[in-house]
């Protein structure tokens, strides 16, 4: 079956503007969460869906939110682009509660912020 | 809060060395651990996790056993191939079910 799709696959934006990521799950998974990847940071947590419902938050600024459809596509909003928030934004689906950690993950979209 | 530490990479063998990447954790309780693979251009795959103390995770010839007593859930293989080559990450599932992963070990294997 098919995996998680994440596009674009690559954007490039200029300070300032604002940037929309989607991310389809795989068929049957109800939960989507989203992490930054990047070399100085490493790989953190942005946030998790379910049921269209935010069940976990990390630590990132109100910048960045997400949401999430009735067919359980997910997608990720950055506001006010920073240079900092260059990345990989990874998606990842579960089957959903309880969550036993076993993600599948997508390939990424990477984001270049000039 | 909760941590993982990774051992810092890259790490270079020869095809067939035996690997070791090793990485600790801080949490509180007893979390279950795990290890993803990347491998080039590719999203994360879970490659194996241990959901208790003692509880031995394994998966295509890679093993890594939930020591509480170190608080350590290190990463072996016996023989490595170049397929191998790959970033290797440690992660423990939080109190709030989220994953907290470590900095990601570079594995590199020569033929």
């Known amino acids: 079956k098919a995996g998680v799709t994440q596009t674009p696959r690559y954007l490039i934006k200029t300070r300032g503007q604002q940037v929309t990521l989607s991310c389809s799950p795989i068929s049957g998974h109800r939960s989507v969460s989203w992490y930054q990847q990047t070399p100085g940071q490493g790989l953190q947590f942005l946030f998790e869906y379910f049921s269209e419902t935010q069940r976990n938050k990390g630590n990132f600024p109100g910048r960045f939110s997400g949401r999430q459809f009735s067919n359980s596509r997910s997608e990720m909003n950055v506001s006010t682009l920073e240079l900092g928030d260059s990345a990989l934004y990874l998606c990842?689906?579960?089957?959903?509660?309880?969550?036993?950690?076993?993600?599948?993950f997508g390939e990424g979209s990477r984001l270049t912020v000039l | 809060g909760d941590s993982v530490t990774q051992m810092e990479g890259p790490v270079t063998l020869s095809e067939e060395a035996f690997l070791t990447i090793n990485c600790t954790y801080t949490a509180t309780g007893y979390p279950s651990l795990f290890w993803y693979v990347q491998y080039p251009g590719e999203g994360l795959q879970l490659l194996l996790k241990?959901?208790?103390?003692?509880d031995k995770g394994s998966n295509k010839g890679f093993e890594a056993t939930y020591r509480k007593e170190t608080t350590s859930f290190h990463l072996e293989k016996g023989s490595v191939q170049v397929s191998d080559s790959a970033v290797y990450f440690c992660a423990l599932m939080d109190s709030s079910y989220k994953l907290i992963f470590g900095s990601g070990t570079r594995l590199l294997v020569r033929p």
């Open positions: 241990a959901t208790k103390a003692d």
């Open positions: 990842a689906s579960s089957f959903g509660p309880p969550n036993t950690g076993e993600l599948f």
